[in-house]
Structures are given as structure tokens and as C-alpha cells.
């Protein structure tokens, strides 16, 4: 298991914000954990310091391209880059370090997975550098994918079928559990051990992680498949429930 770090960014600077709470409508009901005086570059060197790879750089909404691009040049070949990724611009983005693209509205509309973007994305970057996110909330019992910044829900629920379904076309997965998001009230365990049971290909799983023991958790119902994320919980973004040092710690320990 690993640990994968992250770098969110809204309106170009590096947050951690309560997934549920991002809106088109406006910012007036965001909910912000933390805003980092730091830029992305300063996070992106630290995580190249520390050896950890495949982490991601999430563009939440416009405006932050020059931030992620500040990360990229960082770190380069050692983030995955994700929000706002299309067949048309993915390239641009490896060109400029990223290790691999992470898409997921690209590929649905109004709420149907498009095979067709699906193979186009692959022809544009190759299945070993493109990571699908099917970030999801709970909903009638099951968990349902959700697009534009996790405020739409479309009709493809996430299980064993929909995970081998996806792994034809990319090397990784990234799942959000939207709902427990910026919580830090504890992660998923019933989407945790899905993913476990069910996901053919690399997973990390981010959302309500808040202490080493969570971490422990995932490893067990993660089967050995599953990775991690660590956003608001973790003391560089303003978290008090596990430092950074301990989750680096925890990685080295599990991949010697």
C-alpha cells in the first residue's frame, strides 16, 4: 500500500475544501479546511524529496493552470495531473511533466459513459498514462460516479462490472469518496472494501482519512490493492489528526 499525496487547487491556490460543498453557483456555501500561504511547487518538492510517487494535481474549476503547471515543473514525471482534461489538451499536459492524465467528465454526458472519448483518450496518451476518476456518492444504497467537480450525478454506479468495465481502457483508478470528503470524520469502509474486492487495476482511494489507523483500515479492506490519499487531515494542510512525516513513515514501511 501506498501512500499518494495530493495537491487540490482552487482559484490558484493550494486548498483542501469538503468535496460535498463545491458548486457552480457560486462559493458562498465552499467550505475551505485550509488555503496554504506555500505555492504548489513547494509541496511538489517536498513529495520529490520524500520519493512519493504518483500523486495527484486536481484542478478544481478554472484558473489554475499556472499553479499546476508550478507543481509540474517541480516535480516532473512524478504527478498526475486531473480536472478539466480532454483528448485535446491531455498531451500538452505530460509534455509539461505530468506523469499521467487523470479524466472523468470528459467521458460522460448527460450521465452515460462515451466509449468513443474513452478510446480517443487512450490514443491521445496510451492506457499506461491515463488514471480515470470515478469519484462517487452514496445514493438509494449505492454508490453512483459524479462529474463536474463531483456535482453530477450520472447513472453509472461503481462495482465490480463498472471497475473491470474502465480497467480496458486506463492503468489506474483515483475514487473519491465524495461524501466523507474533507470530513475528516473517518474514510469509507463499505466503497473501501468494494474497491478492494472488485478494482483489476491500481486504486487510490482518497476521502475522510484521519489517522493512522485509518490507514491500517484501508490496507485491510483494500486487500494489498488499494493506495491512499491524505488531504485535511494531515498537518501541511492545517490537520492535526496525522503529520506528514507519519504517513511517509507508513509508506517506507509498507514498500521497503
Known amino acids: 500500500m501506498k501512500f499518494r499525496p495530493c495537491i487540490d487547487l482552487h482559484q490558484g491556490a493550494v486548498k483542501q475544501i469538503v468535496g460535498s ?12 479546511n485550509f488555503t496554504a ?32 503547471l508550478d507543481a509540474l515543473r517541480a516535480y516532473p514525471d512524478g504527478l498526475q495531473i486531473g480536472g478539466g482534461i480532454t483528448a485535446a489538451n491531455a498531451r500538452r499536459w505530460l509534455d509539461a511533466g505530468a506523469a499521467g492524465v487523470i479524466v472523468t467528465s470528459y467521458v ?23 488514471i480515470i476518476d470515478l469519484s462517487c456518492r452514496l445514493r438509494d444504497g449505492e454508490y453512483f460516479v459524479v462529474t463536474d467537480r463531483w456535482q453530477k450525478f450520472t447513472s453509472l454506479t461503481v ?13 489506474e483508478f483515483l475514487i473519491h469518496a465524495v461524501d466523507v470528503e474533507g470530513k475528516c470524520g473517518g474514510i469509507d469502509a463499505t466503497l473501501a472494501a468494494t474497491l478492494g474486492a472488485g478494482s483489476p487495476v491500481a486504486t487510490t482511494y482518497a ?7 485509518d490507514l491500517e483500515r484501508l490496507k485491510e479492506l483494500g ?32 514498500n521497503p
Open 108 to 130: 460522460f454526458k448527460d450521465g452515460m459513459v462515451l466509449e468513443d472519448r474513452l478510446r480517443e483518450m487512450v490514443a491521445a496518451v496510451g492506457r499506461e498514462r491515463l
Open 37 to 68: 500561504d506555500q505555492p504548489p511547487s513547494h509541496f511538489a518538492a517536498m513529495y520529490r524529496r520524500d520519493g512519493l510517487i504518483g500523486g495527484h494535481v486536481i484542478m478544481l474549476g478554472p484558473g489554475n493552470d499556472e499553479a499546476a
Open 207 to 213: 476521502g475522510g482519512v484521519r489517522s493512522l489507523a
Open 159 to 171: 462495482n465490480e462490472a463498472s471497475l473491470a468495465y474502465f480497467a480496458r481502457f486506463c492503468d
Open 223 to 254: 486487500q494489498g490493492r488499494l493506495d491512499a490519499t491524505i488531504g485535511s487531515a494531515l498537518d501541511i494542510f492545517g490537520g492535526s489528526g496525522i503529520t506528514y512525516a507519519e504517513a511517509v513513515a507508513f509508506h517506507r514501511r509498507e
Open 21 to 32: 460543498t463545491l458548486s457552480d453557483a457560486g462559493d458562498h456555501a465552499l467550505r475551505t
